[in-house]
């Protein structure tokens, strides 16, 4: 063997690893998860529906390709992705895997149609319309995450929250309900919870993770 052939093999070996550690659907939402903000291990087991011990070695096979790390804050363990650049890989991954997989895109339009009849805008359309103080655009995420970054102009109001702070709505303006993306549902169910008390609301189907890479391509131009 040559010292070239085994130098790539080398190097595919290692790109191998990525991969391998990336087979698991749990690692991946694991890792959808953890773009959003830092995690304990019980907030990720609660999340995912998951035993702590199953979440703990996802989380150690994640950890040994170097995907996360972790600190330790008195009793807890909190978990965070490595680096920023895997936030945007996460996002490739589903628009690349919703183009060449129908099964995805037949997926989400199935669930979605559980939900009231679901109107969706657009990122440049909300754009256009916050320019124009036509909408409010609130973040039903927890509040955690909307501190660890949101989209401008978002005001936080977590989805257990929303029904409690109904009246505290401006009655002038329209609502848009954006959480972690478009495979997340809380966005939907906040839509149809003020649909229900009549208020006009559309769902965002994007996060603040493609909001981000639109940003940084518009900049670039």
Known sequence: MSLERKWKDQIYQEFARIGKCLSSPKRLELMDILSQSPKSVDQLAKI?????ANVSQHLQ?????RLVRFTKKGNF????????SIADFMVSLHRLSEKQLVEIQRLKNEILHHQVNMEQITLEKLEERMGKGEVLLIDVRPEEEYEAG???GAISIP?????KQLASLPVNKQIVAYCRGPYCLMSAHAVEMLTRKGIKAFRLEEGV????QRAEKAESF
């Open 77 to 84: 363990v909190i978990y965070e992705i490595s680096d920023l």
């Open 150 to 152: 949101h989209i401008p």
């Open 61 to 65: 096979t994640l950890h040994e390709s």
């Open 209 to 212: 993770h493609e909001w981000s």
């Open 159 to 163: 989805i257990e929250e929303l029904e």
């Open 48 to 52: 995912t529906s998951m035993s702590v």
